[in-house]
């Protein structure tokens, strides 16, 4: 059985003057360190065998801090731009506030309660707008991700328990959720900094267990 502790990163400058944050990346803030450590604090009885984290400094840094409080600091952190955030192009570091309207207008109107439910609708739309070029649509954020947790399965799921650390981002965890347990998505809100939720593949097939309260 594989345990995958899927984290958002903490709390970074962007997050902290509520702009949207994609491909930018910026530093965790003081508080954003400070959530990681109590999360590491939390998962202190979990012994893990790998840590993954994509390659944007927010996540590889939350998942050090994670590990070094977990005393798991001798586990190496492998990076893998797979667990990237969605690009968000053109929209990066907007304000949420601007993003969110124009994503809800691009959808005909649509409610925020809606946005989870046609998760590959707000892709497509802002890959749609996207001036950039940069930003990718839904099939190819789902197909990285699928891609790379299953190959994180063929490497770990022949031992008889494994935890693994993912450190990723929020619209890259509800896209994981889309593809692992869809029927959980419509539960989920606001990804919190340093949320943590749990992903197992039995040998068989996969069973989420969102928003852990440790």
Known sequence: MVSFYIVRHGQTLLNSLDRAQGWS???LTDAGKQTAVELGNKLKGIDFNAAYTSDMLRAVQTAELILEENKNA????????RLREWCLGSMEAENNSVFIKNVMDWLGGASFAELNERLPD???????HDT?????????????????????????GMRENS?????THAFAIKTIFHLFAPEQLGKVGKVKNAAV??????GTGFSLEPDLQL
């Open 74 to 81: 001798t586990v190496p952190i492998k990076k893998d731009a």
């Open 197 to 202: 939720s749990r992903l197992i593949f039995d």
């Open 122 to 128: 707000v892709a497509d739309a802002i890959h749609k």
């Open 132 to 156: 950039t070029g940069m930003t990718e649509p839904f099939q190819t954020i789902e197909g990285r991700l699928k891609a790379a947790f299953m190959e994180m399965v063929q490497r770990h």
């Open 163 to 167: 935890n693994i650390l993912i450190v």
């Open 25 to 27: 990346d910026s530093p």
